[in-house]
């Protein structure tokens, strides 16, 4: 196992990214032989649901750090950005007993953010080379890779459900990453949420377009339970259907 392997979390809006993402942190830290690993959680996506489907609290964002030095620089223009940036970063990252969480916040704001937003990218770079795992919950659609914020990663994770919008939404995704020359070593796509019964029908209609579903995760009653009810999605018992079915995937992509 090496260190700074970075997993992006990608797809439509509502075809449950989060619950992916947080359920693969979950498994990734109780397999067999990752007792040691340390896990790096970035909520990329403004809604930031991730926190409560990992059952923690967060202060501050990346956003907020962001703005909060553009307003200094215009008070002062000698500040340098980038290093004021590395510092405070340091303080907002939650710290948990095996894994840190680092929350993005909102994209964009007043004025022009070109620059700092290269340097989150850049922060981001320099903080996956210290953990075993980087799990990064992005956006929805496409706009975190138009960004550019999941820039290099080994493994891409393509979340569909049973909507054709996600179909296309996919196919977008592969396209988008190589026109700005994104590296994805291994691409995944994952249907998701799917009722029993369709999962070939499912495979077909996504082979008409051109994509392999690699894995399928079966709807799961629990996961709606537990939003209701305010649980945290990683408290899911070892044996729910989601659970199950993630569990192959971290086991694939150790």
């Known amino acids: 196992m090496r260190k700074g392997k970075v997993i992006a979390v990608a797809g439509k809006g509502g075809t449950g990214k989060t619950a992916i993402a947080a359920l693969l942190i979950r498994e990734l830290l109780k397999s067999k032989g990752n007792e040691n690993i340390c896990v790096l959680a970035v909520d990329a ?4 649901n991730l926190p409560d489907s990992l059952g923690i609290s967060y202060d501050k964002t990346v956003g907020d750090i962001r703005e909060g030095l553009l307003e200094e620089k215009q008070q002062d223009t000698t500040l340098d950005i980038r290093t004021q940036f590395e510092c405070k970063i340091a303080e907002i990252v939650v710290e948990e007993e095996r894994y ?6 909102r994209p964009e704001g007043p004025g022009c953010y ?3 937003n290269h340097i ?3 922060i981001i770079d320099i903080l996956t080379k210290n953990y075993d795992y980087t799990i990064i919950d992005c956006e929805a659609g496409l706009e975190h890779l138009s960004r550019r ?3 290099d990663v080994d493994v891409m994770l393509v979340v569909l459900d049973t909507t054709l919008k996600s179909i296309k939404t996919a196919l977008r995704l592969k396209k988008i990453a190589e026109e700005i020359n994104i590296e994805v070593k291994n691409l995944i796509n994952i249907a998701n949420k799917i009722p029993s019964g369709i999962e070939k029908m499912i495979r077909e209609e996504a082979k008409r377009y051109g994509l392999e579903i690699e894995e399928i995760i079966p709807f799961d009653p629990l996961i709606p339970e537990y939003d209701f009810k305010g649980i945290p999605i990683v408290d899911l018992p070892d044996d729910a259907l989601s659970v199950a079915a993630v569990r192959r995937i971290a086991e694939r992509i150790r």
């Open 45 to 48: 996506d403004a809604d930031s």
């Open 100 to 105: 840190d969480l680092l929350v993005m916040g």
């Open 114 to 116: 070109c620059p700092v």
């Open 120 to 122: 989150i990218r850049m």
């Open 149 to 151: 914020t999941t820039r």
